[in-house]
Structure formats: C-alpha cells, structure tokens
C-alpha cells in the first residue's frame, strides 16, 4: 500500500504541471488582459475629465495627449508583461515551487492571506454543507432501500426531487422572505459570518452566533445535494441486496439488521465514498458565488469571480494551484479508504 501511495504522490507532480500549464496559455491568450482593463478605465477617467473640462473653458483639454506608450509600457512593467511568455511561465514555476503565489493586481496584498482572509467562509459553507447533506442522505437512502416501491418511498423521491430542481438563489430569496426580516419572521441574520460584537460574546456565546449566521447559507446550500447522494444510495443497496450472498446470509439465519450493516453497507458505500471528494470540493467553488452574494459573504467564491472578471492572474493561478493540489491528495485520501472498508480491493496488485 505505501509503494501504491508513493507512486500517485509522485502523479500529483505532472498532474498539477499539466494543469497549471495548460490553464496559464488559454489565460494568457485571453483578449482583455489586467494591462488593457486598465488602460480602459483610465481613458474613461480621462475622458469624464475632457468632458467636465470643455465644459468650463474654451479649449478642450490636452493633458493627456502623447502619454499613451509611456502609460502602456508602465503598465506592462507594473503587471509583469514586459517580460516574453515563456520567461513569465518558467518565473511563475519557479515561485509556485516555493508557494510565492505573489501579490494581488488590484487589492496589494499577497495572494496566500487574500486566501487564508476568505478561507473561514467557504469553509464554513462547504464543511457544514456537506455534513448535513451526508448526514440526511445516507441514513435516507438505506432506509428507502429498505422499504423500495412503498408508499413512503414514492413520496419521499418526489419531495427530493423536487427541492433539487429549486435553484439555490431562488430558495436563498425564500428564506430570506419568511426568515431573515422579510414580510414575515426576522429570526436569522442577513449579512457577515459573525457578528460585529463576536469578539465580546463567550465561548457558548460564539458558537451561537457563528451557527446562527451560517444556518440559511447552509440550508439553501444543501438543498439541491440531497437528491443526488439519496438515489445514488439508495440504487447502491438494492444492487447490493439482490446478489447471492445476502440470499447466502438469509437462508443461514442472520437478521436483517446484521445483513445489512455487516455484509451490504461495507460494498454499497463504495460508490458514495468514491464522490465524496467530489462534493466536498464542490461546494467551495460551484454552489457559493450566489449564496455569497445574496448573503453578504465574501469568501472563496466571490473572490473567484471577481479574479477571473478583472484578470487579477495572481488570485487565479493561485487558488487553482492551491486546490488542484487539495483535490489530488484528497483523491488519493478516498482510495486509500476504499481499502479499509474492502479489503478485497488492492490498488497495488493493479
């Protein structure tokens, strides 16, 4: 197992390059870069100027005529695009290397503790998330497997059916209707992770708050995950309750409860483990940027989109190589489990 674990440490390295490569040329190429938006926002500064100006004199104003190569080659020296392509990606190798992500184009800050100060939210979000949607939905799945075709079965496929075709955004506004100060109950907040006296609270006290700030973000976040984990569940257990050796299990007396929690969950939880790190890594990028806003959170996913919006390539590169890295080793994290739970499976003999 440690030879198996040795040699996909060693695949990380040309995974993470390819990706980080191939990611940096499509970027590069990409109209619009941080040199030309800023060139943009300055002649529209410029030309407000002009506009403002003309109004009070008789000449137009000329200020800024003759300044535009200067201005351009000042930029491009600020961003670092005096340098070739291939200069600028082996610099870019050479620094990730050392986890030197940089500094910010527009926020002047370095792009690790840009990451660690919108970490705690999307963390927060994909965490509890994820918890409450294991938590629900594997004991769900078992238990409509258990009762396939029942009435209660049939209901309860339609109900989750149902929330998972409810946009998120849509039941953000929902609950913020009937909860968060709306027509109807102010029980929850509505901005921030925390409250602006957090620091003064106790310890139970901040508990309290952390959770009661986080509860609609969670909710509206989970809503749409149950589905899929529930049926995934549910179909693994009836596959697994229809081969030989639970009819083996049954003919020799064993109860329903030993067969299923000691011969079918260890097999049938193989495929729910398998996507695991899937929708853990999920949540952090594909469900938050609109719960973010809607909610007045700034974390990962909001800083995300502002990044890619305003081609701040520092922030991009460097949270694409931080959990490129997070998603291999979490990855590998999995199958190394896939072994625990069956010990049939043996990666190295493959």
């Known amino acids: 197992m440690l030879k198996y674990i040795f040699k996909r440490l060693l695949l990380i390295i040309p995974t993470l390059f390819g990706i980080i490569t191939i990611n940096f040329f499509i970027i590069q190429i990409?109209?619009?870069?941080?040199?030309?938006?800023?060139?943009?926002?300055?002649?529209?500064?410029?030309?407000?100027?002009?506009?403002s100006i003309g109004k009070i004199g008789n000449s137009p104003y000329r200020g800024a005529d003759g300044m535009d190569d200067d201005l351009l080659q000042s930029l491009q020296k600020l961003y670092g695009f005096d340098q070739p392509?291939?200069?600028?990606?082996?610099?870019?190798?050479?620094?990730?290397?050392?986890f030197d992500f940089g500094e910010s184009f527009y926020r002047q800050i370095k792009v690790i503790d840009l990451i660690k100060e919108k970490l705690p939210v999307s963390i927060s979000l994909g965490v509890f998330s994820t918890i409450l949607i294991y938590l629900i939905s594997i004991p769900l799945g078992i238990f409509k497997a258990r009762h396939n075709g029942s009435k209660i079965?049939?209901?309860?496929?339609?109900?989750?059916?149902?929330a998972n075709a409810i946009p998120a955004f849509l039941f953000a506004i929902l609950l913020i209707v009937l909860f968060a100060g709306g027509s109807y109950w102010d029980i929850f907040p509505l901005r921030a992770l925390v409250s602006d006296n957090f620091d003064t609270l106790s310890l139970f006290g901040k508990i309290k708050d952390y959770l009661w700030h986080i509860t609609l973000p969670?909710?509206?976040?989970?809503?749409?995950?149950?589905?899929?984990?529930?049926?995934?569940?549910?179909?693994?257990f009836l596959d697994e309750m229809n081969k030989l050796y639970v009819n083996t299990a049954r003919a020799k007396g064993a109860s329903e409860g030993r067969i299923l929690y000691r011969h079918i969950f260890r097999n049938a939880m193989l495929l729910v483990?398998?996507?695991?790190?899937a929708a853990f890594l999920g949540m952090f990028f594909s469900g938050s940027l609109l719960i973010e806003i809607i909610f007045s959170l700034d974390g990962l996913g909001l800083l995300g989109y502002d990044s890619v919006i305003n081609r701040d390539y520092p922030v991009v590169f460097g949270t694409l190589y931080i959990f490129?890295?997070?998603?291999?080793?979490?990855?590998?994290?999995?199958?190394?489990?896939?072994?625990?739970?069956?010990?049939?499976?043996?990666?190295?003999?493959?």
């Open 30 to 51: 990409a109209p619009g870069g941080p040199v030309e938006q800023m060139m943009a926002k300055i002649e529209n500064i410029q030309t407000q100027g002009e506009s």
């Open 218 to 236: 969670v909710v509206c976040l989970s809503i749409g995950g149950f589905a899929t984990l529930t049926l995934l569940v549910k179909n693994s």
């Open 85 to 98: 392509l291939w200069k600028r990606y082996l610099m870019m190798l050479k620094n990730y290397l050392k």
């Open 153 to 162: 079965d049939i209901l309860s496929s339609l109900i989750i059916v149902v």
């Open 324 to 350: 490129t890295i997070l998603g291999l080793i979490i990855n590998l994290i999995s199958d190394v489990l896939y072994t625990f739970i069956d010990p049939r499976i043996d990666f190295e003999k493959r």
């Open 273 to 277: 483990i398998s996507s695991f790190p």
